[in-house]
């Protein structure tokens, strides 16, 4: 359960604001991942980290902005957010950035953009 | 392009009583397969996954899965089901390469078991 840490773990932000999600995981992975999860819908991928590098960006708008400065943290940049935006932002790693590994995910943090 | 479907949202059943939540996949080459639970105000957990050899794969908290490459299903099963089994379930699918290289998950079934 504390494998992949996330905070904080509720955050309301208005339109105007900047903030920023942190996510850490102690499992010594080198894959971290950011996803959204809305309601009756299926997670979406949003970043992915490889090695501190970042491999993949599905087409996320650039009012999103990751950080990875190591291999154990992670960070998702907020700002001018939609209420659309409104979600939980899971966090997840895996021991590598392949497919056949799973995944472990943190609690989330639940977004709500005023 | 990839996909997964759960067919039901909600997947009632009694306590003690077989459950099985249904998941059906599509995937260009061998499937890697995968299922995950979400209890309330908590990150998804790793329960197991396919990735090849035996069709029967066995998971966490008795959970089993079977691999059917005919009717491209990976039906999650338990014989025996408890009311703490009450939670979100998440099917996912990948392909082994290339473009399928990410994890697309279905839209999850809730399991709700009752006493």
């Known amino acids: 359960e504390t494998g992949v840490t996330q905070t904080p773990r509720h955050l309301v932000m208005g339109m105007t604001n900047k903030k920023s999600l942190k996510c850490e995981q102690h499992l010594g992975h080198n894959a971290m991942y950011w996803y959204k999860q809305s309601a009756k819908k299926p997670l979406e991928l949003m970043f992915v980290y490889n090695f501190k590098e970042q491999t993949e960006n599905n087409s996320v708008p650039s009012r999103f902005s990751p950080e990875c400065p190591n291999s154990s943290h992670l960070f998702l940049h907020l700002h001018t957010l939609q209420p659309e935006d409104s979600a939980l932002y899971l966090c997840a790693s895996s021991q590598e950035r392949r497919v056949d590994y799973e995944q472990y995910f943190g609690p989330g943090t639940r977004l709500t953009v005023t | 392009a990839q996909s997964v479907a759960q067919p039901e949202d909600q997947v009632n059943v009694a306590e003690g009583n077989p459950l099985t939540v249904k998941c059906t996949y599509s995937v260009s080459g061998n499937p890697y397969l995968f299922w995950y639970v979400q209890y309330p105000n908590r990150g998804l957990q790793f329960l197991l996954k396919y990735i090849t050899g035996d069709n029967l794969v066995k998971g966490s908290y008795g959970f089993e899965a079977e691999f059917n490459k005919s009717q491209t299903s990976f039906h999650l099963k338990k014989p025996s089901a408890l009311v703490s089994d009450s939670a979100l379930y998440f099917c996912?699918?990948?392909?082994?390469?290339?473009?399928?290289?990410?994890?697309?998950f279905g839209s999850g079934t809730q399991l709700t078991v009752l006493p």
């Open positions: 996912a699918v990948s392909g082994p390469s290339g473009s399928a290289r990410q994890l697309t």
